[in-house]
T-cell receptor, first 113, second 114 residues
Framework: SQKIEQNSEALNIQEGKTATLTCNYTNYSPAYLQWYRQDPGRGPVFLLLIRENEKEKRKERLKVTFDTTLKQSLFHITASQPADSATYLCALGWSGGYNKLIFGAGTRLAVHP | DTGVSQNPRHKITKRGQNVTFRCDPISEHNRLYWYRQTLGQGPEFLTYFQNEAQLEKSRLLSDRFSAERPKGSFSTLEIQRTEQGDSAMYLC????????????FGPGTRLTVT
């Protein structure tokens, strides 16, 4: 069956450390993968997109990797801050379609001072 | 703020009633999506519009659900004969065509069916 798995347990880390979140998928062949941030009671906010032919993307303190052989993406936040505390969602997308996204359940990140 | 807006933000209704939600996308975005999100889960795709045409509907969208985007601008999502299982956050998103893939989400409408 088709599945997207993200760490189901909350990730607790100390301020200043690097947070690493995983997104694994099975029986999908996405053309690209996106990461979104969601705060309680609000809609998701787009962070980064990485295409199937890209290995790594960076944006400020964020880094995403995409391994289509392992069917896995890793999302890193370096020098984490309490303001980074939120739920992070990965989403798979396909070319030639309507940009419909299939989302994982998300991982809650808590950064402690 | 010129982001995606949704109204109402919260709706409490009794089982069996009909409800309608509205989404106003970012003005130059011709693509509009509806998603449903329940607690602890990611958003689930419901339907997609390109301009006024509804091009895809999920199997989740039973015949009690209908969505419209009559002039290619705002969209409405109606749920008829609501059931308790319809309680969720209903999210609207919009995007530009082309290689830009990111979707801009509204704040959502939280529906509670009692």
């Amino acid at each position: 069956s088709q599945k997207i798995e993200q760490n189901s347990e909350a990730l607790n880390i100390q301020e200043g450390k690097t947070a690493t979140l995983t997104c694994n998928y099975t029986n999908y062949s996405p053309a690209y993968l996106q990461w979104y941030r969601q705060d309680p009671g609000r809609g998701p906010v787009f962070l980064l997109l990485i295409r199937e032919n890209e290995k790594e993307k960076r944006k400020e303190r964020l880094k995403v990797t995409f391994d289509t052989t392992l069917k896995q993406s890793l999302f890193h936040i370096t020098a984490s801050q309490p303001a980074d505390s939120a739920t992070y969602l990965c989403a798979l997308g396909w070319s030639g379609g309507y940009n419909k996204l299939i989302f994982g359940a998300g991982t809650r990140l808590a950064v402690h001072p | 703020d010129t982001g995606v807006s949704q109204n109402p933000r919260h709706k409490i209704t009794k089982r069996g009633q009909n409800v309608t939600f509205r989404c106003d996308p970012i003005s130059e975005h011709n693509r509009l999506y509806w998603y449903r999100q329940t607690l602890g889960q990611g958003p689930e795709f419901l339907t997609y519009f390109q301009n006024e045409a509804q091009l895809e509907k999920s199997r989740l969208l039973s015949d009690r659900f209908s969505a419209e985007r009559p002039k290619g601008s705002f969209s409405t999502l109606e749920i008829q004969r609501t059931e308790q299982g319809d309680s969720a956050m209903y999210l609207c998103a919009s995007s530009l065509p082309g290689r830009t893939r990111e979707q801009y989400f509204g704040p959502g409408t939280r529906l509670t069916v009692t």
